[in-house]
């Protein structure tokens, strides 16, 4: 009879699952025709080896990536994933700094950094200083 994983095997398992499908989403965008093969992936990754072919044969049977060959693509539903996973991961670097809005910014004009809520990431009416 098999054990039931620990608790910190199942967390390593989503977290190797999430990084799988940011480093592809990553791949993509730096070449969107090529697709890693395992060894990239170990490489990029550094994780167990088991671990990574455990949870990239999850990730095919769950349908967010497609095998071909050695190669894996990911699926228009991986895009997403991946993306979404990115996006939530660097949110924090890719938001705009206070000072990086041109001189006319509406948002941020005579207001300090902490208390800018344009770059603190919330745009109080829904606009951006690219439209202003």
């Known amino acids: 009879m098999k054990e039931a994983p620990s608790r910190g095997d199942a967390l390593a398992a989503i977290r190797c699952r999430d990084d799988v499908l940011q480093a592809m989403f990553w791949l993509r965008g730096e070449d969107p025709s090529g697709a890693p093969d395992m060894p990239k992936l170990h490489r990029l990754l550094v994780i167990d080896l088991d671990l990574l072919r455990s949870q990239v044969a ?66 109080p009416d829904g606009a951006s200083w690219a439209g202003a």
């Open 58 to 123: 999850i990730l095919v049977t769950d349908g967010l990536i497609e095998q071909h060959g050695e190669r894996y693509h990911l699926t228009d539903g991986g895009v997403r994933e991946g993306g979404r996973r990115f996006a939530d991961e660097f949110a924090d670097l890719t938001r705009s700094a206070h000072g990086d809005c041109p001189p006319n910014c509406p948002h941020c004009a005579g207001i300090p950094r902490d208390a800018c809520e344009h770059c603190l990431g919330a745009q």
